[in-house]
């Protein structure tokens, strides 16, 4: 068969396995696309002589938009001006009537959303200085002015007015109308900071007034998570702001490398491992959400979406997300995690003086909540000789294998993880697994070359020590979920640390084909846990339950309960 022919097959059989797997579990693989739309902006008024003092700012906005419609540089000094008179207004209007005009307003917000889009669109914006603007004497950077970011100025290298949207991935939208203009702030580092990504998008609302300190108006961005409103001369009004923008927004780009990284774990894992959602803040307690299986961190949009619409959250937590591949055994994904909650408690915090790193939660849907419980047990022997016939030590094999083997195999739990939330966890396997859609799934996998390696090495050199399980081929993550897996059932017989308390969301919207009740996919003798603080069972099914408002209100509960009891500490 030739490489094309190779190709066509291996496409049908995604699809087919896609699909099939999409029905079972709820999911769509040709998922509703985000829509992003331009704002609406203010219509120039050359007529307008209801009120006296917007007279220069309808000129000025007028000439602006003649100036922008002709391709000229100059339009950006017009909108600049239309934004300071109209500044004006608004400090006067708050002044006598406590509230300002809808004209007024109306052309405030189109000219200061008009100076970014065309300062950008002419060059003229340089993030690590400002906006460049011509006077009469040459040029000269507009002052700006940042409030509550844990953002650099210099990672606002691209800004994006927030008009009208819509995504699949969020329920609602957290917005609130104001003074200022919504804008998505986009960062794109080539080496950042560890554990950053090198693309993110971050809420802001943008500004123009006078300042009487630099005597001269200048461009404010605000951080709408930590700041709620404005002064307006002696005056506060509330500050517009759009919480959900830039989770939309980056859902533009539908380059979701889950089905990849399922079937080729390693080969696209250039973005793999624990990130930060905003750069690191000391004493915020972190959360970390991990994935399940045949998904990536986007499933986590509508959760995280509401977590951070709550101040008092917002306030005591930062959120932090695992990706892996989701093909590669839950034992190697977990010995990454392990390794890089280790790293970076060591580049942030190397002396330990954040008590609040020390009170993690790690949130785990399906398959991520057996990462999950990997990293708050203590392994022993037990997984080890579920798999083997003989001790580590006394394998026939490479140094670097041998140490791989002990990273995945040989684990005490994590002193910094304090709590875990199970989100439809398959404790004890699901059925799915052992079924056609499970077997072509398996079947599918094709582990990295390093691997099938590694792996040929250590069945070739020790000849009848390893299980059917390890012994047969490299076992996939749909392999280790099969309810007779000898290793998924040792994870659930190793012992959890006692400092660490647990609770479980279990789905019951489904029930599976033997009758059981279940979420479609696990059922609800898998997914609950004997020990646990709570269980709360929700009617949901598989693919809906970690963002089903039940559970979302149960995740916000617990994270209130985890923080005062942090607080008693």
């Known amino acids: 068969m030739d ?7 291996h496409t049908r059989q995604l699809m087919w396995m896609g699909t ?6 709820g999911c769509s693989l040709a998922a509703r696309k985000t829509h992003w739309y331009t704002p609406t902006y203010a219509e120039p008024d050359a007529d307008a002589i209801s009120n006296w003092r917007l007279v220069g700012a309808e000129d000025s906005y007028l000439a602006a938009v003649s100036l922008e419609s002709q391709g000229r540089p100059d339009c950006v000094e017009a909108y600049l001006k239309t934004a300071g008179s109209s500044w004006t207004s608004l400090e006067h209007e708050f002044a006598t009537n406590g509230q300002p005009s809808p004209r007024t307003l109306d052309l405030y917000q189109s000219s200061v959303s008009k100076v970014i889009v065309t300062g950008q669109r002419f060059g003229r914006w340089q993030p690590e200085q400002g906006l460049v603007i011509a006077t009469s004497s040459g040029t000269m950077v507009l002052p700006m002015a940042f409030h509550g970011f844990h953002w650099s100025p210099d990672q606002f290298q691209r800004l994006q007015p927030v008009g009208e949207y819509a995504t699949p991935g969020l329920t609602r939208a957290y917005k609130s109308e104001g003074l200022g203009v919504p804008i998505v702030a986009e960062r794109h580092v080539v080496n950042p900071q560890p554990f950053t990504q090198q693309q993110q998008s971050f809420a802001a609302t943008a500004l123009v007034r006078y300042c009487q300190e630099v005597d001269s108006y200048q461009l404010e961005f605000f951080d709408p998570l930590r700041e709620s409103c404005v002064h307006v001369g002696s005056c506060s009004a509330p500050l517009a702001r759009d919480l959900s923008a830039p989770l939309a927004y980056e859902n533009l780009d539908d380059d979701r490398q889950w089905l990849s990284d399922f079937l080729q774990p390693g080969a696209t894992g250039a973005g793999d491992g624990l990130f930060m959602i905003e750069p690191y803040q000391p004493g915020k307690i972190p959360v970390i959400f991990i994935h399940g299986l045949l998904s990536d961190p986007a499933v986590w949009t509508d959760l995280v979406n509401e977590l951070r619409s709550q101040p ?10 695992f990706q892996y591949s989701t093909g590669e055994p839950f034992l190697t994904s977990a010995a990454v995690l392990r390794r890089q909650l280790r790293e970076i408690r060591t580049t942030y915090d190397p002396q330990r003086q954040d008590k609040a ?7 785990g849907h399906s398959m991520g909540g057996i990462v999950a419980k990997l990293q708050v047990t203590s392994s022993g022997d037990e997984l080890w000789n579920a798999s083997t016939q003989i001790p580590l030590t006394a394998l026939t094999t490479s140094n670097d294998t041998r140490r791989a083997l002990q990273a ?7 002193m910094d993880v304090r709590r875990v939330i199970f989100i439809g966890t398959p404790h004890q396997g699901s059925d799915w697994a052992r079924r056609p859609v499970g077997r072509l799934g398996s079947m599918l996998v094709e582990p990295s070359a390093a691997t099938q390696s590694r792996h040929a090495q250590l069945i070739r050199d020790n000849p009848g020590v390893f299980g059917a399980e390890l012994r047969q081929r490299f076992p996939t993550s749909v392999d280790l979920l099969k309810p007779d897996s000898a290793l998924l059932h040792s994870t659930a017989r190793i012992p959890y640390a006692p400092w660490v308390t647990l609770h479980s969301i279990v789905g019951t919207g489904k029930s599976m084909r033997s009758g059981e009740p279940g979420d479609g996919v696990v059922p609800v003798g898998s997914a609950r846990l004997l020990g646990v603080a709570s269980e709360l069972a929700v009617n949901s099914t598989h693919a809906s339950l970690h963002r089903a408002p039940p559970a979302i209100a149960e995740v916000m509960r617990i994270l ?3 923080r005062q009891a942090s607080e008693a500490l």
């Open 560 to 562: 209130r309960t985890h």
């Open 408 to 414: 995945a195999f040989y684990f005490q739990p994590s």
């Open 20 to 25: 099939f797997v999409c029905l079972i579990t």
């Open 357 to 363: 790193f020390s009170q993690i939660v790690l949130v």
């Open 3 to 9: 490489v094309h022919s190779r190709w066509m097959l």
């Open 312 to 321: 008092d959250l917002t306030a005591g937590f930062q959120w932090w997300g």
